[in-house]
């Protein structure tokens, strides 16, 4: 749950206060599952093995990239609303619902297989936010999340071609 803001942190907006609060809720479990996701998308860059080395190396960092890329959009966006965001590594792993994997080797099929997993279940919590957001008439961040699931739908995509056997 989000943290009501001090008075130093509240940042005006015209959305209801009850509808603020509640859209932060939403991004600020997005923004975890983002750091969650990236951190386990580097993870398996950095160990991946096989004969396909090469282009799962370069296609996890790729996409490690874009999910990086998307943690600050959201971060602002839970100030915008007037709201505050994850501050620690704590706070993260308290919001995150993607999982962490910290076996010492899986599989590249069992990589692309969990990373494609993943990035549907955030798809889905996308899709959730997008319900939450109109409800408060939040058009900016509705615009955004339209975004981001493209491109978490794009990175599962890819992750299933690139799994596929000839």
Same mark, same amino acid.
């Given at each position: 749950?989000?943290?009501?803001?001090?008075?130093?942190?509240?940042?005006?907006?015209?959305?209801?206060?009850?509808?603020?609060?509640?859209?932060?809720?939403?991004?600020?479990?997005?923004?975890?599952?983002?750091?969650?996701?990236?951190?386990?998308?580097?993870?398996?860059?950095?160990?991946?093995?096989?004969?396909?080395?090469?282009?799962?190396?370069?296609?996890?960092?790729?996409?490690?990239?874009?999910?990086?890329?998307?943690?600050?959009?959201?971060?602002?966006?839970?100030?915008?609303?007037?709201?505050?965001?994850?501050?620690?590594?704590?706070?993260?792993?308290?919001?995150?619902?993607? %999982?962490?994997?910290?076996?010492?080797?899986?599989?590249?099929?069992?990589?692309?297989?969990?990373?494609?997993?993943?990035?549907?279940?955030?798809?889905?919590?996308?899709?959730?936010?997008?319900?939450?957001?109109?409800?408060? %008439?939040?058009?900016?961040?509705?615009?955004?999340?339209?975004?981001?699931?493209?491109?978490?739908?794009?990175?599962?995509?890819?992750?299933?071609?690139?799994?596929?056997?000839?």
């Amino acid at each position: 749950m989000t943290d009501t803001p001090t008075p130093e942190l509240a940042t005006p907006t015209d959305i209801a206060s009850n509808s603020a609060r509640t859209v932060a809720d939403a991004l600020n479990g997005i923004l975890a599952d983002s750091f969650a996701l990236y951190l386990k998308t580097k993870n398996f860059h950095w160990h991946v093995s096989g004969p396909h080395f090469r282009d799962y190396h370069l296609m996890l960092d790729d996409q490690a990239a874009q999910i990086l890329g998307t943690t600050d959009a959201i971060a602002e966006r839970v100030r915008k609303t007037g709201n505050t965001t994850l501050r620690s590594i704590g706070d993260i792993a308290r919001h995150q619902t993607i %999982k962490d994997n910290d076996q010492p080797f899986v599989s590249a099929d069992a990589m692309l297989a969990e990373l494609r997993e993943d990035n549907l279940a955030l798809v889905a919590s996308l899709r959730e936010a997008k319900d939450i957001v109109d409800e408060a %008439k939040d058009n900016a961040t509705s615009g955004i999340l339209d975004d981001w699931t493209d491109e978490a739908e794009e990175r599962a995509w890819f992750l299933f071609e690139a799994s596929r056997k000839a």
